[in-house]
């Protein structure tokens, strides 16, 4: 991402830097992830101690520092979810895919995370892929979900 | 769109708006929250707009997408006016049946309603199906009514009233004095009397104050904020902007989680169109009063539910709690008075000025005033958010409302309050839902979400699963929560993988007693009730994991084995063909028999086992009883 | 600035307002335990070894004492069973992080802290948070942060100003209870910046 277009998103919030969280998220939201040379802009231009934006980018799980993959695998660990099977279908897809939460596969083909709750209870155990639910899914059924994302 | 520049002014909008609209004509509301999205209501909705255009209906019906109408394991859901015909579970290709019942309003779809499981009659109307029948929806049911991307179907409901009653004739002291007497609690998890904490704002000598929405929504299985927002915007921001008159605020903050997007897109176009309407900015209502708001989105961290780690992050900084020696409410956001308070306590609000504390008080316990939003979740069969007023039984809600345990199997306990609450067992089911009596059974009302747990559940490992929740979200500034959860993680994990020992109960309770009592904020301070609630009512589960080896509930994976039974397998070769790691050995007529050794104890032989056969068992505690000898393993006779 | 009458471990202390219970006490000669405090720092409330007890009877309550501020009279109980079975188990925390920290294991010795009660810990670092204080408090030079949160929680030095300042300074590292600070600083310094030696200044 060029330096032109993170000042742009600074000065859409006034270059304050109690508006750090939302420029970052900005910037994630359309470079799909945070690469150092934009932190230090963003350290440059609001003057907040790189320390600071560090601290920021690695505290809050919004923020990825490296590259995702084509596809995202959120999967659903909140209590309901969890209580109707998750972890099984955690388990399941880590299997499949070879990588545990947080991380890319080799070929930069998934990303895998965990989210607690995204308010789809009534389907549990859900997966989410590339911002599409699938819900009620199960152990058998899963390697068939995977294997229809190129 | 005009600005209307006074309280007069908008009750003759109201009335415009009403006029132009014929309650007679046929409207399709559809249910758009995010739940029913994921089901597929986004192409359900496409199809009725393609189908009125196809049929030219465009002047005979209309279609009105609404937020979450609560019936959530129904969805997606229609309800066709007038008639209140309700249609549930509707797939795209229901859609011309059904626009052509909505314009002609003869033949009811009998399919696609619900069937009373308890009389196996059908129900036409959604307040005579059991799920809404008893509830009480009178900060919820409005979602139902209304599209939340437009302001005139909220202002055309009565909204807006409340703050036009507020400034049309009543003093910042009359609104707070209504507040306090109303007795509301708030609802995200403290349960500390709203008006006290209002008072306290608006007696500090600053000039600048704070008013702050608290849509951080972290519980996981709890999501009564995110329809709220999504659904209602506008409720959320009328009791904002009352509360902000009563305190002398006139900036405001909306924090709402990112990874609710619905909610950020909906109230941020709520605040536009109120602000083009003059019922936000400067001089509202042409009252002088001035009050504007910004949305802030979190970024992943459920620690920033917490008030002061709130405030931390809207100041761009990492959420870490500060210590409450000094309340918020005196000093808070940037060191100045800050009213916080959760989504549904800010939606209530107008309903107490419009209807009167008086009438707010009738409803609900001694302690615990109004209603409450409960997302009943888990292993329930009606699986949705329901809304009931406070002293209703748990009993009542799990079975009148959410219809019991699915599959015939056995309740066993309900957690509510998160990760701070606690689980509550069978003999504790009357038990009237309010915070005090929630907090004296070990547990809490927390925001709200009410997990059903059934024989299947283990509560060692529920207790495992929160530990491990907070010790993935806690800030890691104080040493009782980070260090002491991150042990507390480790022996529970432990003990659920058959490695605890005797001596593990008492330390858990020792690093429980520190985190209680010396962790910085309220998250580590109430990280142990989990442990202790499970402990309290299941102790007998812990002392089988850890003596026995023994999973009660046969779930920890380490301490179950699978052992298909001879004497009902039927060697259909269904586990043998669905085993990821050929661990099965069987041909057809060939009593099935699973090699421990290669065994990985994924369960997808237990899953697919067909139903009639139930061939697959869990054991656990005990040795997996021998193999059936070679020769008696031929199925003779008829098969299958 | 009022002086404040509060009351420690039943003796009479006389305190400026404003001032915390911690800075109370030890003016009045009561030593509390303590481990992320310092003087020339905001005071951080972290490790939780110098809570005491304040208020009485049915308002008594666990506080923080570096963080604290003084009521007129406040009665304060520095040392109580309860208070020294937390204080123990913190310690017993921390000492499986950093089991030979002189200032931990002379805390333990007055607790009966074990310093095997827990497993060991793979980082030694027990978050007091003084070196990243200092040198953003004091210093304000920001060379080293934290970064992320709970147990994944770890300082982290940023290279380039590191490189340029740490070698002059330093003055952070006899803050520090445990060897980690040096050895994270040793760490930064080969991974970022190789080739550069202990008495050089260059960037990489």
Same mark, same amino acid.
């Given at each position: 991402m060029d330096n032109e277009r993170i000042d742009q998103i600074i000065d859409k919030h006034q270059g304050e830097a109690s508006s750090l969280i939302q420029v970052l998220l900005e910037i994630q939201s359309e470079n799909h992830w945070l690469p150092r040379e934009a932190l230090e802009r963003v350290s440059q231009k609001l003057q907040v101690p790189f320390t600071r934006i560090q601290h920021i980018a690695t505290f809050y799980k919004a923020f990825n520092l490296v590259p995702k993959g084509r596809h995202e695998i959120h999967i659903c660990v909140g209590t309901a979810c969890h209580v109707r099977g998750a972890n099984r279908i955690l388990e399941t897809v880590e299997d499949l895919t070879g990588i545990k939460p947080g991380e890319t596969d080799v070929e930069m083909k998934f990303s895998l995370e965990t989210v607690n709750c995204l308010g789809c209870c009534a389907l549990g155990p859900v997966i989410e892929i590339n911002g599409k639910t699938h819900g009620k899914v199960s152990v058998s059924k899963t390697a068939g979900v995977l294997k229809s994302y190129e | 769109m005009i600005r209307l520049n006074t309280p007069e002014e908008l009750k003759k909008f109201r009335q415009e708006i009403l006029s132009k609209r014929d309650p007679n004509k046929p409207c399709i509301t559809l249910c758009s929250g995010s739940a029913c999205n994921a089901s597929g209501s986004e192409e359900v909705g496409a199809g009725i707009e393609e189908e009125i255009k196809k049929q030219g209906l465009s002047d005979e019906v209309e279609i009105r997408k609404t937020g979450c109408h609560g019936f959530c394991e129904r969805g997606p859901i229609i309800v066709n006016h007038p008639g209140e015909t309700t249609y549930l579970q509707i797939k795209p290709e229901d859609v011309p049946e059904i626009v052509s019942e909505a314009v002609n309003g003869k033949k009811v779809i009998d399919r696609l309603l619900y069937t009373d499981p308890?009389?196996?009659? @059908?129900?036409?109307?959604? +307040?005579?199906?059991p799920f809404y029948k008893n509830q009480k929806r009178l900060v919820f049911g409005s979602n139902g009514s209304i599209d939340p991307k437009s302001i005139d179907d909220y202002v055309a409901i009565g909204g807006y009233s409340a703050i036009s009653k507020v400034l049309a004739g009543m003093t910042p002291e009359e609104v707070l004095e209504e507040v306090k007497k109303s007795e509301l609690r708030g609802r995200g998890g403290g349960g500390f009397l709203t008006g006290r904490k209002w008072e306290g704002s608006r007696d500090a000598p600053e000039k600048i104050k704070y008013v702050i929405v608290n849509a951080d929504e972290g519980d996981p299985g709890a999501y009564m904020d995110r329809a709220l927002l999504e659904g209602n915007p506008h409720s959320v921001l009328e009791g904002l902007i009352i509360g902000a008159y009563a305190i002398g605020s006139h900036e405001g903050y909306i924090y709402v989680r990112q990874e609710y997007p619905l909610a950020v897109e909906n109230i941020n176009l709520a605040i536009r169109q109120a602000e083009q309407y003059g019922l936000l900015g400067k001089n509202i209502l042409g009252s002088g009063f001035d009050f504007a708001v910004k949305v802030h989105q979190g970024a992943g961290a459920f620690v920033c539910g917490e008030s002061t780690a709130l405030m931390t992050a809207l100041e761009g900084r990492v959420g870490e709690p500060r210590p409450k020696y000094v309340r918020s409410n005196i000093r808070g956001l940037w060191d100045k008075p800050s009213v916080l308070n959760n989504v549904e306590t800010w939606a209530n609000v107008p309903l107490i000025i419009n209807k009167g504390a008086d009438w707010f008080t009738q409803i609900g316990t001694e302690g615990s005033k109004g209603t409450k939003i409960f997302s009943l979740v888990g292993k329930i069969t009606n699986t949705g958010l329901v809304e009931v007023p406070m002293g209703m039984t748990l009993r009542d809600i799990i079975y009148k409302i959410g219809g019991g345990i699915p599959g015939g199997k056995k309740f066993k306990a309900v957690q509510t309050g998160g990760p701070s609450g606690g689980c509550i067992p069978e003999e504790q089911l009357d038990l009237e839902v309010g915070f005090d009596e929630l907090?004296?059974?070990?547990?809490?009302?927390?925001?709200?979400?009410?997990?059903?747990?059934?024989?299947?559940?283990?509560?060692?490992?529920? %207790?495992?699963? !929160?530990?491990? !929740?907070?010790?993935?979200?806690?800030?890691g500034k104080c040493v009782p929560c980070r260090e002491g959860l991150r042990q507390m993680n480790k022996i529970l994990t432990n003990i659920t993988e058959g490695k605890g020992k005797e001596g593990d109960i008492e330390l858990l309770e020792v690093l429980s007693e520190t985190a209680m009592e010396a962790s910085l904020c309220a998250l580590g301070k109430s990280a142990p009730n989990p442990f202790l609630s499970t402990l309290r009512y299941f102790r007998d589960e812990y002392e089988a994991h850890i003596r026995e080896k023994r999973c009660p509930a046969l779930y920890c994976k380490e301490l179950i084995k699978y052992y298909i039974d001879p004497e009902k397998c039927r060697a259909c070769m269904i586990c043998f063909k669905k085993c990821p790691v050929d661990a099965i050995d069987g041909e057809k007529k060939k009593i099935h028999i699973i090699d421990q050794e290669k065994c990985?104890?994924?369960?997808?032989? !237990?899953?697919?086992?067909?139903?009639? !056969? +139930? %061939? &697959? @068992?869990?054991?656990?505690?005990?040795? &997996?009883?021998?193999?059936?000898?070679?020769e008696e393993r031929m199925i003779t006779g008829s098969s299958n | 600035m009022k002086d404040i009458l509060l009351q420690i471990d039943g003796k009479?202390?006389?305190?400026? /307002?404003?001032?915390?219970? =911690? /800075? #109370?006490?030890?003016?009045?000669?009561?030593?509390?335990?303590? *481990?992320?405090?310092?003087?020339? =720092?905001?005071?951080?409330?972290?490790?939780? *070894?110098?809570?005491?007890? #304040?208020?009485?009877g049915n308002s008594a309550k666990l506080v923080v004492s570096c963080v604290y501020?003084? /009521?007129e009279n406040l009665v304060v109980r520095t040392r109580s069973e309860k208070i020294d079975r937390i204080r123990k188990t913190i310690l017993e925390l921390l000492l499986a992080h950093a089991p030979n920290s002189k200032q931990l294991q002379d805390m333990a010795r007055e607790y009966g802290a074990d310093k095997d009660r827990f497993e060991k810990e793979a980082s030694f670092c027990i978050h007091c948070g003084l070196c990243v204080r200092y040198c953003a408090e004091v210093k304000k030079l920001n060379a080293v942060g934290f970064i992320d949160r709970g147990i994944n929680k770890e300082i982290s030095?940023?290279?380039?100003? #590191?490189?340029?300042?740490?070698?002059?300074?330093?003055?952070?590292?006899? =803050?520090?209870?445990?060897?980690w600070l040096q050895a994270a600083f040793v760490l930064t310094e080969a991974l970022a910046f190789p080739g550069a030696s202990s008495g050089t200044t260059s960037k990489e």
């Open positions: - | 308890e009389t196996d009659k @059908k129900i036409v109307s959604e +307040s005579e199906i907090t004296g059974a070990g547990s809490m009302m927390g925001s709200g979400g009410m997990i059903v747990m059934d024989e299947a559940t283990c509560m060692v490992d529920v %207790a495992r699963y !929160f530990i491990n !929740f907070l010790t993935d979200e806690s800030c990985t104890n994924c369960g997808t032989c !237990f899953e697919v086992c067909p139903a009639r !056969f +139930s %061939a &697959v @068992k869990k054991i656990s505690g005990g040795p &997996v009883p021998s193999p059936v000898p070679e | 009479q202390v006389n305190a400026r /307002e404003g001032t915390t219970v =911690l /800075e #109370a006490a030890q003016g009045a000669g009561i030593s509390i335990p303590k *481990l992320c405090h310092h003087e020339k =720092l905001i005071p951080f409330g972290g490790c939780r *070894l110098c809570i005491v007890e #304040a208020g009485s501020p003084v /009521e030095f940023i290279p380039e100003i #590191a490189s340029k300042e740490c070698h002059d300074c330093m003055e952070c590292f006899p =803050l520090c209870p445990t060897s």
